[in-house]
């Protein structure tokens, strides 16, 4: 199991809601989802599959491009391959607004 | 979403679909981060609502809970917080529908039983559990569903069998002993885990249903199941105690076991139970206690004798080794398909015999090193056996017979939920040779895929996956630790000892009666269970 943290600098939309997607099962990740709580959006992260720092900071950094907003999130991931990480962040991100 | 799976959806989908549009309410939601602080510490990541969702609403305007477990997340193991947040609502339930205030129960079940990484805190909340869904069932409908792909196994396939109402659908399977687990502590001779048509053909809900041991085969969807569940608890609103529960039909049970043709997997003489020399503590500590007032352990695993202690009655069972058992896997003293359906007999043999007048204490000698492995049992349904057993001793504790548990060999797993952990007080003899545990090491070591050595290693860790019973005693769940400074062999002046210990217990109970879940109570529970305390104020809290 190792613990990562990231922080990116808080977009400017707002979430409404807190949100709850997905499941820790082989494959697959649960993400909370909350409004920041500071300037920052953090990303607290709790993976099964060690030594990928480089790629999840790679892959959120996408995320942040793509979506400007102002959003904590904590991740529990069990071995999920990016493009499902990528889509449940949407899931979350969607059913929020 | 009418007509949409059932089984696809995740456990919090299937909560809200059960319940009325709109009246799907939930507690202890994933950001009140109840998740298990047992899991991180075993390089396990958690899971925000530690794989159970508790939500209340309403069925056909009617107040209702639902329970649902998702079969996703460490294959809906119950843990201690997932297992209090079971074991908390359901006894939230059973205060209002006591005080008038009904409140149907739905469980959703997917769990392959109790979380071997939690171990022996899985167990003590199972029992919290079974003794919640007895209580509960006289007053509302408690409906159990099966529902996914895991299936209902282990503590979990007793908790259904003590449903009012049971559910399955065609993907869910019921029993007790999930197939690897057989495989492994019999053989693949005895069950082959692989083959996945013998294990539908078993233990598939289909199956279950044409053998009375679930109710109602329903279609995969929302709607039906959601109409099923909500026509069942209108026909049968405050009035659930109108048949006769499956766990209560002994008579019918014991001769469809009787007229059962065992299949011999493995040639008799090559069965490692077939052994001649009986070595069971069990069997001397049933001796010395009862000074063996004629009873004769041969042909027989479950024996009785009525004593008369000072001035208390006590009927005191115990499981023992029976080389020439009918079923060869029960033969080394486990509670196997005749074993639990016995103690059930007993037991309810003295609270008929007992109506109206004192009740007789009930002494549960334990020593048991499981229950019984094997595919004739999981065929004629051992959940439901040691359900019955269950469903006896939470009976007659609630009807004011004492009960008290003596562990003086081995408690292990469902043997032990059946036999011992409904009682009111649980004594147990302080030796290094006893063992508390939910499964033998070779098969924790193949379900969670771990060396034995890394077992050993993490049994430092969590006491709770500890063997010994001095770390069950940490739990909080032994209320005496006896000393005999040589327990083997037994000598008069331990015996006596003991005795008084067991008399001094029905004193209190009859003082005080207790259920299992005033265990938690207990001064050593307020840490190493904390989490089942922190759990159950946060869901009373929440319950509104």
Redesign the interface.
Known sequence: LETLNFSFPAGSQEVLRKVQVGIVASGNLEVLLEPAANAYSQVRIRTSASGFGETWKALLQVFFDRHDVAACFEINDCGASPPVVLLRLEQALEESL | MKGESFCER?ARERARVLLDQGTFRELL???ARLESPHL?PQ???????DGVVVARGSIRSKEALVVSV?G???GGSIGEVGGAKIAGALEMALRDSARGRPVISVLVLDTAGIRLQEANLGILVLSEIHSAIVELREYVPVVGVIAGKIGCFGGMGIAAALCSLLIGTEIGRLGLNGPEVIEQEAGIAEFDATDRQLIWKIMGCRRRMEIGQIDLLVQDSDSALAETIAEYCEKTWLEPGARVPRTRQIESQLKKISDYPILQRIPEKLSPSARTSVNSRGLLWFQALTENSGVTPEAKSVLAADLQWGGESVRATVVVPNVVARFPRARDGQVGIEEGWEIARLVREAMTADEGKEKRALLAIVDAPGQAFGINEEILGLHQSLAAAVDAYATARRAGHPTVALIVGKAISGAFLAHGLQCGQILAINDEDIEVHVMSEASVARITRRSPEEITSLANLVRATARDIRSFASLGAVDQLVNCDDSHPIDAHCVATVRSKILQAICEIRLFPRDPKMRLDSPASQESRKMSLVVRKALEAEWG
């Open positions: 995740t939601d994933p950001f991180p390089g396990i990541v958690p899971q925000s609502d998702e996703g997340f460490q």
